[in-house]
Each structure stands twice: as C-alpha cells, then as structure tokens.
C-alpha cells in the first residue's frame, strides 16, 4: 500500500529492534528448554545443555526490560498504532485500506498482549518444575499458550507489516537516519502534548 517510507522515531526503532531481538532469543532458547524437558507434542532432538534454564532466564530478563520499555512506548506515544475505540466501522469495509490498517494495528495489540501474558506465566514458573518432570503445572502450559501466541502474533506482525506498508515501512525500521528533535527532549514534548488531549 504504502509507496514512500516513513520515519520511524530513534526510541521506536531502538525499542522495537532490541524487544525483537529479545524476543526471538527467549522463544529460542524456551524452544531449547521445551525440547530438553518436555516434547510431549513434538521435539527437534537438540543437544542437551545443561545450563539452558539459566541462559533463557538471562535472556527473558532482558526480554521483560525492553519489552516494557516498548510496551510503554506502544502506550504513550506510539498510541495511534494499537487498536483504536470502536473498531467496528472499519472492520466492516473489507479489503479497503482503513481495513487493512484496522487489522494491523489489531495484531500490534494482540502482539502485545501476548508478550505481556509470557512475562506473566514465565515469571509464575518455578525452576525446579521442569528438571524435575514436572510438567503438568498450569503456569508452565499457560507460559507455553502464550510463547505460541506470541509467535503467531510476531508472524502475522511482520505479514500486516508488509501488507500495509511494504518494503518502505520495513526499511524505515532499520535505517540510521535521524531527525532534528528526535531526542529525549523531543520525546518528553511529545509525552507532554500527549497529556494536554
């Protein structure tokens, strides 16, 4: 849809890249833990390390850390990306471009949600649970719920986000470019006029 590329903000960029990257790591290193402990509905037969519980721990707390630093961004500045009030007007002119744009920021949202419902369930385990078999904990199968939907939600992120802005909005979130003002103080000016609506 989109034919020129849009800026994207310093903050937007660097939260989203690093709460990706964190992302993909947890979800990694949790797949490693799942497949070492469990693979009751399937296993890939990677190598047992048997520190894994602990690098996925390190790795998730990086996870948390950016994932709400991009969650409060998402919240506060980033606001017009989520889901709106009252989606239901748009959802219904199907395949028009409010529709699509409707959609995609009802993934970001969904995307969201999920990652805030692994940090939850994965802060409710218990270490000890999984080397020791214990495998039928609600916690740990609501954490595995939520990594699967994250994973699903981080998919059809990156599918809106070519759909609705193509390879520009892609590009946007990589380059190095940055605007006068785009800086803390510029940040906090913008929070500020936020407040003021």
């Known amino acids: 849809m989109a034919k020129t590329s849009p800026y994207q903000s310093i903050l937007l960029r660097l939260s989203h890249g690093l709460a990706a990257l964190f992302t993909i790591t947890a979800w990694g290193s949790g797949l490693w833990i799942y497949d070492n402990y469990d693979g009751r509905w399937g296993a890939i037969g990677l190598p047992k390390i048997s520190d894994i519980q602990n690098i996925h721990e390190s790795i998730a707390g990086g996870f948390v850390i950016l994932f709400s630093v991009l969650a409060l961004y998402s919240l506060r500045l980033g606001y017009r990306r989520l889901l709106q009030p009252n989606p239901w007007p748009n959802l219904k002119k199907v395949n028009q471009p409010i529709w699509w744009f409707t959609l995609h920021r009802g993934v970001n949202t969904l995307l969201l949600l999920a990652g805030v419902g692994a940090m939850i369930t994965g802060q409710m385990m218990k270490g000890r649970w999984l080397p020791s078999g214990e495998l039928?904990?609600?916690?740990?199968?609501?954490?595995?719920?939520?990594?699967?939907?994250?994973?699903?939600?981080?998919?059809?992120?990156?599918?809106?986000?070519v759909k609705v802005g193509g390879v520009p909005l892609l590009l946007s979130m990589v380059r190095w470019q940055v605007r006068s003002g785009d800086n803390p103080r510029g940040w906090w000016q913008e929070l500020r006029k936020k407040d003021q609506v």
Request: hydrophobic share 70%; no cysteine; charged share 0%.
């Open 136 to 161: 039928n904990h609600g916690w740990y199968l609501a954490h595995l719920l939520s990594w699967l939907g994250l994973f699903v939600a981080l998919a059809l992120h990156l599918l809106m986000a």
